[in-house]
């Protein structure tokens, strides 16, 4: 071994080598001898990876080294000197993997690169080669391109790994590709070799996490589907299986029975034509490995027999044979040669008989067996040391008959002492370090004699299977016998390891980021000598899982050249295959199915690693620093060679290929406690390596103990769960042992305990996958530090669970019942507590499920020495000690609650009342302290009258009336914590050290005996209220402390309140802020509260039992009633939305009618008081198709209003006790009019006159009902042709008379409006105050609207700003406060927006449907005119340096840009401001649809006339209708222009002239007011001159004798629909301010064509 200090290559590096230290030495050869032999590079060696005969180094920095026999180069390099690969500097590499004989890299970039033996295509057909090169001797890109997508991608690949003449490739997405040749692949193919990457199939959409490879199997480790785990099965199944309903924790049953219907009839034998296909490829580059001898590169098929078939047909005992057992040279079983005879064995009969008959041969066998040395000797050269692969099944040993041993197993030890052993595996019987012993065959032969005792058998497969074989039969597999490919009968004495374990690269990570355990083992490949451990020796063509493997938490497997090795959770090793050198590290059979390795006491696989031979594993010792394993072929001591070299010594010599001598248990390796701290090992071929980091500052090893300490603490966790935990929860009897409720809680503690082990399980496994890479991880990633609150919370969760069971008591029944089950293994469960210092009884129990919560400090003292090799100033240390701090803190934290429910515990069996336990007992629940020695009592109590209190950390309780020694108490009274309050009161002259205490339906006082009393539950429960509301438990000033907080409560006494359920907001034991209240009869409120009562936003829903449907209630409350603006859904279907006060319907409101009406569907909308329709409203009586609008009074029309019907009658006068009484108007659709006396509903009765729509008129005494008939005495009046119409007809057609003024309809909507601006009457308010109620309105209504808009949320942002409001109103800032109206008025959360929105609402429903009726007009114009009246009063008092209406600002404009073009006229520069001007644009687009219609409807009659007109006349030409109308010629334009293109005009042309001057007029339809109408006339006049102007010379001046014909001509071309409409409804509504202005001359010519245009002839 080099020396340490000794470092040559050191000088040369920039800093010493302290990580991945390289040693390298050969597996032959005793303990003793072997020397590692130090490798000296200038960079730390990240991996390494060893063929049969050379092997790869990665350093830092992504450097390749080769060393070996490098056949592809003729080269043969030292290990002390390797070579650099060139080739891929630059590539940075991150992995290297070798086959047999060929090399990969893969680099940073997931690029592949292959370079050695391309014989069987195991190099692929590379970039730069072709099919045809037997080697590749440089590094060459290797594509792995999926063509299933398209278009094809290349894939990433992140591991490798190599066989003898196969490759496989692991991509980023876990999926699987091969090539090269051979059953291995796991390709649906049978053309060999293959070229390029295919993807494997069958582990296809299944996440694939390593793969390993030997020398013609692989190995894949692959993640579990979910299972079908008792958390899906039914009750009843769950009971069926001897486990309670309650529990749902997913067990591993024992034993493992393996499901014969798992295996499909994937063996298959391997035909001859892929034998001879790929061997010819192989003989060239291997010749030169056997310098003597039969040449390594011999085919396999020449090894064959002359008659052209196997000679591996043959069958070895030593199968069925303990590994140590020698057979005698002459031996019938062996020719000369060392090959198998082709006659069958002498004792293989059918698989109906024994391979031992009798018990007499048995005895002979053991009395051979004890004659002979117990090491086998070999003739040849040390290299012919091939383990026995040659060997399979003969025909003649497996019948076809399938057998029912040959087709079951249950895998499980046959020695009951087996699971007590180290990481309950291992034989508990020793083992000498080296050769095999006679106790270890003694053992074995004593087992198989069990076997053969209690069931015959034959196969090589099932010498210890047991039990359930006829429902485990495996059907499908048939009795055929495999033969193995005569390629593996080469003489070479080295073969290939796997180079495919990822110790580097760690398995694909949970969603959590821990490494998951629920893996399972796939193999495929050649299995003659078991390696797939499938329980069989056949081959697999494709993968298949190892079933028992399965739920064995496995989490890395190594594949040596005929024998596989898979690393669990549990730091236990399986292995199976070849066991001819004992590198199995076990004599147990068969080696066919997976058998845990034995390992010493005391011992934790981490690393494992096969090569051709032998088995490498690295392990946990006594100490932090890890120890190597080693089982497999050894040499020995010269001396005794020559021994057993005497000729006079009988030789037992049983083939060529067994090794010269091999343990049959791991043994350690002295050597690796000198070399330092071991993070991975190596195997390949003959050679072993191991990678050392040096302990700097104490790092590693702080490294290594963290891994190791969880190693065995999960190794310990495991134990319990399967010793203790298991059975006492499958036995059967545990529900009445334990009684009902700890039953649930033992339920509950075990799966906390499973829950807490599967995440120390994953994060042990996590560490080591860190050990692995401790040069490439940073130390902040730990798992630790990256998952702190996970692990928090499962400590937190584990301690609950059990605390909960001890307080209940179930230790003491828990104790009872592991002495009736585990009564045969009390010496197990005694060495499980052996390190806690308790007594006997169930305080053992106690401890040992208490222990893990000792784990924490040691997470925080590591976490802490880690910290120390960091300065303080580095973000690993703050990082680091944050998480010492955390777990240091959770650690004490859990001890104190240890304590506490220790307390508890001891408190329920000092007061042991049997009323006290049934009310007061909870798991949960923990005493705090309490008042039994009279330390508290009640104040003003009596004298006799005993009280107690104890204090728990959810309640406070006061039992009167109690004899705390006995547990007597006639009342008590729980108080939870979670809505208490607690201050202390002023001590006073008398001394009283009292506390007040508040709840939310009494408050008490209480009186300590002392000072000291007093302040301790004052603090007592000042912490326990603090820690019940989330708190740290510290409690804080008295009185102070959770004044306000949000708990839950159940209120119990009288009152509205009663049985109710709160949950939120509290204020000093009141309900305050938000919360929810429930009652029992399912009434709910959802709101805010104040004071105890509702107050502000909610929502409400009071059931409705008789019409089984609830009435529910969103919007404002005060003081427990509904007042304010708010929407209620009736159960009847009724919904009413508008203003309450104290619970009742009153102001501005609308109700409607629901689907579920008895009597009729209606709506109305107007105003209430106290319930009732009061004041203005509008009434729509959808039914009779009614609509009344009109004043009510107590629920009756009363007073003046107007009736419109859907047969277009039209009445207005006036109601008395809901009917139509007194004088009236009423027309019909047809103009006849009726004016007179009613007195009911359409019926007149007194004086009357009736008006005619021909002017005829009828005066006198009506009566009689209007749809009935009416009777008449009086005066027939015809008027005179051509008289003028008389002023009695046109008194009788005044409409409006009746009505109500329209400045007096909607007050209740405006008075909403004041009152949400804070004022009590219009204009009665502070200024100031209507600004802030203004800003928290949209801010409230900004924070409880999550689903706004982006451009919603801007637009409220901007409103939330109060704008300047005092200062006097200049043209500047005018445009500052339009544009702040049109925001408000944009969103109905403002208190504008709402009044805008709500005067659309009215609007609508008074003129929209029967409201359509024309005789309306005049009252919707005023109604506008009256909306903006009392509009520009609001906006007056929120801008008072506003003018009066047709005020002006007399600052002169700032520029013309300010001017408001449209709303404002310019007179002696000033600018008049009028509430049409300003509010009109904000308010008529909204009321336009229903306002034109009426003006549609006015115009109908006239509207015909213009429409006839301007079709007939439009049907002239141009020029033609320009004479018509009598435009002088020197208008008429001569040109006009099509696409850029100049044409004539001629007498044909029609629609082009004046084009522009029509197109602009036609824009008038499109706009909503008056001052945009007036606008687009204005513009008409301009594009008019413009074309005009090129016609005439100079300056030219309209005049209107000139103007009006060509104007006419533009009306007459520009067909506007309605015009007469559009007319009116700017002659009504434009700004008084224009009318004389040149807009209201423009309008003025328009009107005059309108006008002209009806009176033209119609012929």
Not at 402 to 415: A, I
Not at 632 to 658: F, K, L, T, W, Y
Not at 1531 to 1549: A, C, D, H, N, Y
């Amino acid at each position: 071994m080099e020396c340490r200090e000794e470092r040559p290559a050191d000088e040369q590096a920039p800093t010493p080598l302290e990580r991945g230290l390289l040693h390298i030495w050969q597996s032959v050869g005793s303990c003793a001898q072997v020397c590692p032999e130090r490798v000296f590079l200038s960079r730390p060696v990240l991996q390494t990876a060893l063929g049969e005969h050379h092997g790869l180094l990665l350093t830092q920095g992504g450097l390749v080294y080769s060393f070996g026999e490098l056949l592809w180069r003729d080269l043969s390099v030292p290990v002390s000197d390797p070579v650099l690969e060139a080739s891929l500097l630059g590539r940075m590499v991150v992995r290297v993997a070798a086959g047999g004989f060929h090399c990969g890299a893969l680099s940073e970039q997931g690029n592949v690169y292959v370079w050695g033996e391309n014989t069987a295509g195991q190099c692929g057909l590379t970039e730069r080669g072709i099919a045809a090169n037997i080697t590749v001797s440089e590094p060459c890109p290797l594509t792995v391109v999926d063509s299933d997508v398209v278009p094809p991608a290349a894939v990433r690949v992140v591991n490798l790994a190599f066989g003898r003449e196969h490759s496989l490739a692991l991509s980023a997405q876990n999926e699987l590709w091969a090539w090269g040749s051979g059953c291995q692949l796991g390709l649906v193919t049978n053309t060999f070799p293959v070229w390029r990457p295919q993807k494997v199939e069958h582990l296809s959409g299944r996440h694939v996490i390593q793969v390993a490879c030997g020398a013609y199997h692989s190995l894949a480790l692959v993640r579990s589907l979910p299972p079908q785990n008792y958390n899906t099965q039914k009750p009843s199944e769950k009971r069926e299986r001897g486990q309670s309903p309650h529990y749902t924790v997913t067990e591993k049953e024992e034993p493992f029975v393996v499901d014969g219907g798992h295996y499909c009839p994937l063996g298959v034998e391997l035909t001859e034509v892929m034998t001879s296909e790929t061997s010819p490829r192989r003989r060239g580059p291997r010749r030169r490995l056997q310098p003597g001898g039969r040449s390594a590169g011999s085919s396999p098929a020449s090894v064959a027999s002359e008659d052209g078939k196997s000679n591996t047909k043959q069958y070895s005992i030593m199968k069925n044979l303990p590994a140590g057992t020698k057979l005698e040279p002459d031996d019938p079983l062996t020719q000369t040669d060392g090959s198998p005879k082709s006659q069958p064995l002498p004792g293989c009969r059918s698989n109906k008989k024994s391979a031992f008959p009798d018990e007499m041969e048995l005895q002979s066998l053991l009395q051979k067996l004890s004659c002979h040395s117990l090491e086998m000797h070999h003739t040849s050269g040390p290299g012919d040391t091939d383990s026995l692969s040659s060997y399979t099944s003969d025909d003649s040993c497996v019948s076809s008959t399938p057998s029912t041993d040959l087709l079951t197993s249950s895998y499980k030890e046959d020695f009951p002492i087996k699971s007590q052993s180290n990481n309950n595996s291992g034989l508990a019987v020793p083992y000498s370090s080296s050769p095999v012993c006679l106790e270890d065959v003694r053992l074995c032969l004593e087992a198989e004699e069990q076997a053969l005792k209690g069931k015959k058998s034959s196969s090589l497969t099932n010498i210890n299977q047991r039990g359930n074989t006829a429902a485990n039969r495996r059907r499908s597999l048939p009795g055929t016998p495999t033969r193995g490919s005569p390629r593996r009968r080469r003489p070479c004495a080295c073969k290939p390891s796997s180079a495919g374990r990822t110790q580097a690269a760690a398995p694909e990570e949970a969603d959590d980021g821990l490494p998951s355990l629920d893996t399972e083992v796939w193999s495929w490949g050649r299995g003659s000598e078991g390696q797939l451990g499938h329980g069989d020796q056949l081959a697999r063509l494709q993968p298949l899982c190892i079933k028992p493997l399965t739920g064995e938490e496995v989490i890395q497997v190594a594949a040596g050249s005929h024998h596989s090795l898979a690393l669990t959770a549990h730091c236990q090793v399986y292995s199976w295959g070849s066991n001819m050198c004992g590198q199995l590290g076990h004599v147990n059979s068969p080696v066919t199915v997976p058998q845990q390795t034995k390992l010493s006491d005391g011992l934790r696989v981490w690393d494992v690693s096969a090569g051709q031979s032998h088995s490498l594993l690295l392990a946990d010792g006594d100490c932090v620093q890890p120890v190597l394993l080693y089982c497999g072929q050894r040499q020995e001591p010269m001396s005794a060679q020559s021994e057993r070299s005497n000729p006079n010594q009988r030789s037992c010599q049983r083939s060529p290929n067994r090794a010269e001598s091999y343990t049959v248990r791991p043994t350690l390796l002295p050597f690796c406690m000198e070399m330092g701290y071991a993070s991975s090992v190596c195997s390949g071929g003959q050679n072993c390596t191991v990678l050392v980091d040096q302990n700097v500052m104490g790092f590693i090893s702080a490294i290594h103990e963290m891994a190791s300490r969880e190693r065995q603490f999960y190794c310990w966790l495991n134990s319990v769960r399967k010793l203790l935990l298991t059975p006492l929860r499958n036995r059967e009897s545990s529900c009445p042992s334990l009684g009902e409720p700890c039953t649930h809680l033992f339920f509950s503690l075990c799966e906390s305990f499973v829950r807490l082990s599967t995440l120390i399980g994953r994060h042990s496994t996590s560490l080591t996958y860190f050990q692995h890479d401790v040069q490439g991880r940073d130390v902040t990633s730990l798992p630790l530090l990256m998952q702190t609150e996970h692990f928090l919370d499962s400590y937190k969760e584990y301690c609950s669970s059990v605390g909960n069971f001890q307080v209940m008591g179930g230790f003491q029944s828990l104790r009872k019942l592991s002495l009736e089950c585990l009564d045969s293994q009390q010496t197990v469960l005694a060495q499980l507590c052996v390190s806690d210092q308790s007594v006997g009884g169930d305080a053992d129990l106690v401890s040992l499920l208490y222990r893990p919560l000792q784990q924490l400090h040691q997470y925080s003292r590591v976490l802490l020495k880690l910290a120390a090799c960091y300065d303080v100033l580095t973000a690993e240390y703050q990082s680091l000690h944050q998480g010492f701090s955390q777990y240091e803190s959770l650690s004490l934290s859990l001890l104190r609650r240890k304590k506490e429910a220790e307390t508890t515990l001891l408190f329920w069996k000092t007061h042991s009342g049997k009323t006290t336990q049934e009310v007061l007992r909870l798991p949960q629940r923990r005493v705090v302290c309490e008042s039994s020695n009279r330390s508290l009592t009640l104040q003003n109590a009596g004298r006799f009258s005993n009280h107690w209190f104890m204090l728990f950390n959810d309640v406070l309780v006061h039992t009167q009336g109690a004899i705390p020694s006995q547990s007597l108490f006639s009342t008590h009274h729980v108080y939870p914590l979670t809505c208490l309050w607690v201050k202390p009161v002023t001590e006073d002259s008398s001394s009283l050290y009292a506390i007040k205490i508040t709840c939310p339906e009494e408050s008490f006082t209480v009186v300590a005996s002392t000072p000291q009393e007093k302040n301790k539950w004052l603090r007592s429960i000042n912490q326990a209220v603090d820690q019940v509301l989330g708190g740290g438990g510290q409690g804080s000033s008295p009185g102070v402390m959770g004044m306000s907080r949000t708990a839950s409560y159940t209120f119990t006494g009288e009152g509205r309140f009663k049985d109710a359920k709160y949950t939120g907001g509290w204020l000093a034991g009141r309900v305050h802020g938000r919360g929810t209240m429930k009652w029992p009869d399912g009434q709910m409120y959802s709101g805010n509260f104040k004071n105890g009562l509702e107050d502000g936003y909610g929502e409400c829903i009071i059931p409705n039992k008789t019409l089984n449907k609830p009435d529910i209630y969103q919007g404002h409350w005060r003081e427990g009633k509904i007042h304010g603006f708010g929407k209620y859904k009736y159960a009847s279907g009724e919904v009413y939305e508008g203003c309450f006060s104290d619970g009742q319907r009153h102001g501005y409101g609308m109700l409607s009618s629901g689907k579920m009406a008895k009597k009729s569907s209606s709506v109305f909308i107007g105003h209430w008081v106290h319930d009732k329709k009061t004041g203005y409203g509008v009434y729509d009586d959808i039914t009779r198709g009614e609509k009344y609008m009109g004043v009510w009074l107590d629920e009756q029309r009363h007073g003046s209003a107007v009736v419109v019907t859907q047969h277009g009658v039209y009445y207005e006068g006036t109601f008395r006790d809901n009917k139509m009484s007194g004088p009236g108007l009423l027309v019909s659709d047809d103009d006849t009019a009726l004016h007179g006396e009613f007195s009911d509903d359409w019926t007149v009765n007194g004086k009357g006159v009736l008006s005619l729509a021909n002017g005829d008129c009828l005066e006198g005494q009506f009566s009689g009902e209007w749809t009935a008939g009416l009777k008449v005495v009086g005066t027939y009046t015809k008027p005179v042709v051509d008289e003028p119409e008389s002023k009695d007809r046109s008194s009788v057609l005044r409409l409006g008379q009746y009505v109500v003024p329209a400045g007096q309809r909607w007050v209740c909507v405006f008075d909403e409006c004041w009152s949400r601006l804070g004022c009590d009457a219009p204009g009665r308010g502070e200024r100031a105050a209507a600004w802030e109620n203004i800003a928290v309105t949209i801010t409230t209504a900004r924070r409880h609207s999550p689903d706004l808009s982006k451009s919603q949320t801007k637009v409220l942002e901007c409103l939330e700003f109060i704008p300047q409001h005092g200062e006097p109103v200049t043209t500047a800032n005018y445009d500052n406060i339009r544009r702040y109206l049109i925001k408000a008025c944009e969103t109905p959360l403002h208190p504008l927006g709402w009044l805008v929105e709500t005067l659309v609402t009215v609007y609508r429903m008074t003129y929209v449907g029967v409201g359509s009726n024309c005789r309306l007009l005049r009252q919707a114009v005023q109604e506008v005119q009256a909306y903006l009246t009392h509009f520009y009063c609001i906006v007056r008092f929120l801008f008072p340096g506003l003018p009066d209406d047709g005020g002006i600002i007399p600052d002169p404009p700032a520029s013309p840009a300010g001017r408001h073009n449209s709303d404002t006229a310019e007179q002696a520069s000033v600018m008049v401001v009028s509430c049409s001007s300003l509010l009109l644009p904000l308010l008529l687009p909204r009321l336009y649809p229903p306002l034109f219609t009426l003006y549609c409807l006015q115009e109908e009659r006239e509207e015909a006339q213009y429409w006839e007109r301007i079709l007939r006349i439009n049907k002239q030409p141009d020029q033609s209708l320009l004479n018509f109308l009598g435009v002088q010629e020197k208008f008429w334009p001569v040109w006009m222009s099509i696409l850029g293109e100049r044409k004539q005009i001629v007498s044909t042309s029609k629609d082009a002239c004046f084009v522009s001057a029509v197109e602009t007029l036609q824009q008038i339809s499109t706009t909503f007011t008056p001052s945009d109408k007036l606008l687009v006339i204005q513009k008409t006049f301009e594009e008019l001159t413009q074309e005009v102007k090129p016609l005439l010379h100079g300056d030219f001046l309209w005049c209107m004798d000139d103007l009006l014909p060509l104007f006419l001509y533009v009306v007459f071309r520009a067909r506007i629909r309605n015009l007469g409409a559009e007319v009116n409804l700017i002659e009504d509504l434009m700004d008084p301010n224009v009318q004389h202005g040149e807009l209201g001359m423009m309008f003025t010519t328009l009107k005059a064509c309108y006008i002209q245009i009806q009176r033209e002839p119609t012929t």
